[in-house]
C-alpha cells in the first residue's frame, strides 16, 4: 500500500467526519502523534488498524483503500438519492445534525433580527464558534466541515439541515436587500433547546456574537481571509481545524502561557 496516499485518505474521511485526531487515536488504540505520522505517511497501517479504519468511516476496507472515489457528505436523517458508485457516503451523526440546528436558532433568536445578518454573515458565525473553541478547547462545538471559497469558509452540511429545518417549520426563508444587494435571511420560529451545549460552548458563542455580529457580509468575508486556516486551506477543500494552533492575532483566543 502507498503509505502517503492512505494517510491522504484517513486525514480527508477524518476531518469531513469531523472527528479530532486524539479521538481517533482513541478508537485505533494509538497515540494523536501516532495518527499524524499516519496522516503524513511517515507510518505504515496495520491489518487491525485498516479495519477499525473501515468501521469508524462506515466503509468496507475495498472502499476505504479506492483512492480513485470522491467523499460526499450525507445527513443520516434525510432521505438520499441513491449514489453514483464514484462517491463514498459519510454520514453526518444526528447529535451533530441537532446541535447544528440548535446552535443556529440560538444565533437567529439573538442576532437573526439585526439588517447585516444575512446568510454569509451566519456562516462566517458557525465558523468562529467552532474553530475558537477548537483552539481553546480542542474539541467541536458543531462540528461542520467548512470549505474555503472566495467568499470565505462555507459549512457544506448547511443547505441540508437547514432545508429540514424549514420543512420542519423550525425556521422560514426571507429573500430581503441589505442597502442594495440581495440578502438571504432567516427567521426563528421557535427557541433554540441550549440544554444540549455546556456551558463553555455557550460562552464561546457569545464571545463570537459580541465580537463579530455587527459585521456586514464584506467585512466579515474579509476579516476570515485573514484567519490562518482559511489562508492555509486550499481553494475548494475543507479548512484543517488542526491549523488553529498557528493563528496569530488577533484570532488567536488561546493564552498559551498558560499550558506552558
Given at each position: 500500500m502507498d503509505k502517503i496516499k492512505v494517510g491522504e485518505r484517513i486525514k480527508q474521511l477524518r476531518e469531513r467526519s469531523a472527528i479530532t485526531q486524539q479521538k481517533l487515536g482513541d478508537f485505533l488504540e494509538i497515540s494523536r502523534s501516532a495518527v499524524v505520522q499516519l496522516e503524513r505517511g511517515e507510518r505504515k497501517?496495520?491489518?487491525d488498524e485498516l479495519v477499525k479504519l473501515s468501521?469508524?468511516?462506515?466503509?468496507?476496507?475495498?472502499?476505504?483503500l479506492d483512492f480513485q472515489k470522491d467523499v460526499e457528505v450525507i445527513l443520516n436523517d434525510t432521505k438520499t438519492r441513491k449514489q453514483e458508485h464514484s462517491q463514498i457516503r459519510i454520514s453526518v451523526p444526528q447529535g451533530r445534525i441537532e446541535k447544528f440546528k440548535e446552535a443556529l436558532l440560538y444565533i437567529l433568536n439573538k442576532v437573526g433580527s439585526k439588517p447585516n445578518i444575512g446568510e454569509t454573515v451566519i456562516y462566517k458565525l458557525l465558523y468562529f464558534i467552532d474553530f475558537d473553541f477548537y483552539e481553546k478547547y480542542e474539541?467541536?462545538?458543531?462540528?461542520?466541515?467548512?470549505?474555503k471559497n472566495r467568499y470565505g469558509p462555507t459549512p457544506?452540511?448547511?443547505?441540508?439541515?437547514?432545508?429540514k429545518m424549514i420543512d420542519d417549520e423550525d425556521m422560514t426563508k426571507v429573500d430581503s436587500k441589505?442597502?442594495?444587494?440581495?440578502?438571504?435571511?432567516?427567521?426563528?420560529?421557535?427557541?433554540?433547546?441550549?440544554?444540549?451545549?455546556?456551558?463553555?460552548?455557550?460562552e464561546v458563542i457569545h464571545d463570537v456574537l459580541n465580537k463579530l455580529s455587527d459585521?456586514?457580509?464584506?467585512?466579515?468575508?474579509e476579516y476570515s481571509h485573514n484567519d490562518v486556516p482559511w489562508l492555509a486551506a486550499?481553494?475548494?477543500?475543507p479548512i484543517e481545524y488542526e491549523t488553529v494552533f498557528y493563528r496569530t492575532l488577533p484570532y488567536s483566543v488561546r493564552d498559551y502561557e498558560e499550558d506552558v
Open positions: 497501517v496495520s491489518g468501521q469508524v468511516f462506515n466503509m468496507s476496507v475495498e472502499r476505504f474539541e467541536q462545538v458543531i462540528g461542520a466541515t467548512f470549505i457544506v452540511e448547511f443547505k441540508k439541515i437547514v432545508e441589505y442597502f442594495d444587494y440581495p440578502q438571504t435571511k432567516y427567521l426563528p420560529l421557535r427557541k433554540a433547546d441550549m440544554s444540549k451545549f455546556k456551558a463553555n460552548e455557550i459585521m456586514n457580509a464584506t467585512q466579515i468575508s486550499e481553494e475548494g477543500k
